[in-house]
């Protein structure tokens, strides 16, 4: 018996086109699905490779379809699945259109540049975040140098942050903070 099988399947934008059909045996189409399962971890790769390799039966391959379906429109992502690939191009195309709009703005008020876009920095150059400071830390002065933190001293000289912060704590002079 011999199987059409979706190399690029439906789930993942595939289509009916010819080039995109295999004529496979059962076995073949259920290891196919399970290597695609393996390599995008697709639930519907899945459930048709547990499916057609005969684990489980048709009621269940049912009952997994409608059960991930309804998880998904559970946590608000609902899916015409008939539609699903034009309402992603148009999605696409609008995004497309508002981005467009947003640069020619930008354009237009002297804000974009080809080398930086609108960020402002150089293309694949990510923004730095500042660093958190827990808190607590304070800088601490040691033999006349200022340290950012007990932990940096303590690194400095090879001991515990804990037993800096309980030098720095009994200091009478007043000189271990800043």
């Known amino acids: 018996m ?4 979706h190399i690029i399947p439906k789930h993942m934008g595939g ?28 639930w519907e790769d899945y ?4 499916g057609l390799a005969g684990i489980i ?3 269940d391959v049912v009952y997994h379809v409608s059960e ?17 690939d034009q309402k992603r191009k148009e999605l696409s195309e609008r995004n497309r259109r508002t981005k467009s709009q947003e640069i020619k703005k930008a354009w237009a008020d002297g804000k974009y540049d080809n080398r930086t876009g609108l ?3 150089p ?16 800088p601490v002065c040691y033999n006349n140098e200022v340290y950012p933190s007990c932990a940096h001293l303590a690194r ?18 007043g000189t271990s903070y800043v």
């Open 47 to 50: 459930i048709a490779a547990q």
């Open 119 to 121: 960020t402002g920095r």
């Open 156 to 173: 400095q000289l090879g001991t515990y942050p804990c037993k800096v912060r309980r030098w720095a704590e009994t200091q009478t002079n």
């Open 57 to 59: 039966g048709h009621e």
């Open 68 to 84: 991930q379906r309804r998880k998904a429109q559970s946590i608000g992502v609902t899916k015409d699945w008939e539609n699903r």
């Open 2 to 5: 011999r199987h059409t099988h």
């Open 15 to 42: 289509s009916d086109d010819a080039s995109n059909l295999i004529s496979v045996s059962v076995e073949e189409h259920a290891e196919l699905h399970l290597a695609l399962y393996l390599e995008h971890g697709k």
């Open 123 to 138: 293309k694949g150059v990510k923004e730095k975040k500042p660093r958190k400071v827990r808190n607590g830390t304070r």
